[in-house]
């Protein structure tokens, strides 16, 4: 078998070369072969090999459809970023100039089962750092694996707070009794895929991070903090969510921010539905981001 060394071909060549392996399958091949050509491409390649690594990286059955996407988009227009659910192109991707972003994000990229997030994370890391200076607590309704949670607390040295970060999930998935009938597919990737443990352990570093195993709205009864500065919301589940504002909202200090992470993804209709009009009840609106998050700051 002839050798091929990397420094005889061009970064176009070597991004042609993986894009076929992306075609044929050969997802980890091409991943590699990406990763390598990111180190020694020329500026204007980088982020092109970034998203290339997002979407190599962590698969699913969208993989194909999105890498096609990428391809098709950047035969006509610059800064060209596919991700999942949302394909943007010449707008500044302001994470991929920040290192250390790039590089927590890639870190734990596998704890979600969905590629490219940075669009997402970024709002989420906007909301945190804006709470830093905020009365009260931070609170995650959903945590599955602890995915964004651990990107936006490694990323601000949550560990160094003088606050808590509660962190809510029943670690089994959504409840039978509360599955939405557009999630009950997906509920699979929760049941039993994770564990309570797991995620304990994956924040033990930082000790004013609390993982708390219980269901929602009943467990807020028991341990919720008294005022929050931000809340990160991803029950995937409309009546929990809906529970969970009643329980919560109060508590919520001025200036202090919803994150909604499901709100604006088609097949959260129905959330989409009950939040704003629970939002208009009270004669206030949340923000639709085209990412499928709902933000709302309370005045
Ligand atoms: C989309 S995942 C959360 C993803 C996570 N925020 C992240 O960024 O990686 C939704 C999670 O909500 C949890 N969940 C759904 N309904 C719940 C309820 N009523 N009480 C507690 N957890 C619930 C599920 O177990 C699942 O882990």
Sequence with gaps: ???????????????????????AGQYDLAAKVYRALLSSAPAAM???????????????ARTPMSHGALKLLEGGIRDVFVGEGLATWSKTMAFYDD???????DRHADLLPLPNWHWNLQTVLWAVRQ??????????????KGHTTLFCAEYVEFGDWPKTWFLYDTFDGIPDDQVDASFKKSNAVYKGTFSFEEVRDRFAHMANIKVIKG??????????????????M?????TA???????????????????FDDYG???SRAQFDAENAWFAKRGMQILPLPTGQGLFIKR
């Design 265 to 267: 993804w088609a097949v």
């Design 1 to 23: 078998m002839p050798q091929i060394n990397f420094s005889e071909i061009t970064t176009e060549q070597g991004m042609a070369m993986a894009d076929g392996l992306m075609e």
């Design 46 to 60: 980088k982020n092109r090999l970034r998203v290339r690594v997002g979407l190599s990286s962590v698969r699913n």
């Design 99 to 105: 290192a250390r972003f790039i590089e927590l994000a």
């Design 131 to 144: 709470a830093q200076h905020l009365d009260g607590d931070l609170v995650e309704l959903g945590v599955f």
């Design 215 to 232: 269901r929602v709205p009943e467990v807020l009864a028991k341990t919720c903090p008294d005022r929050i500065a931000f809340l990160h």
């Design 234 to 238: 991803d029950l995937n589940n409309v």
């Design 241 to 259: 969510e809906i529970q969970a504002l009643d329980a919560v909202f109060d508590k919520i200090t001025p200036g202090g921010i919803i994150v």
